[in-house]
């Protein structure tokens, strides 16, 4: 289930809501009941190689050059 996060317009306070994407939109009062809050966009990082190496059998690439050392540079 996915997780958002508010903050509290009144005290500061930050603070996370589980709920269906389907209730994404929907406020969310504050832990201290305060009702004035506004959703967070959030970051998401991914790291890793994503289908390079061994998932191919193809040699996950090396070096640096222009461009990551995608075209062997």
Do not use: I, W
């Not at 269906?20 to 009941?33: R, V």
Request: positive net charge; proline residues 8%; glycine residues 22%.
């Amino acid at each position: 289930m996915p997780r958002y996060e508010f903050r509290c317009r009144a005290c500061g306070d930050t603070f996370e809501v589980n709920r269906p994407m389907a209730q994404a939109g929907e406020p969310a009062a504050c832990p201290q009941g305060h009702g004035d809050t506004v959703k967070l966009l959030s970051t998401v990082a991914v790291t890793g190689r994503g289908g390079t190496g061994a998932a191919t059998g193809a040699p996950a690439p090396t070096g640096g050059g222009c461009c990551g050392g995608g075209c062997g540079c």
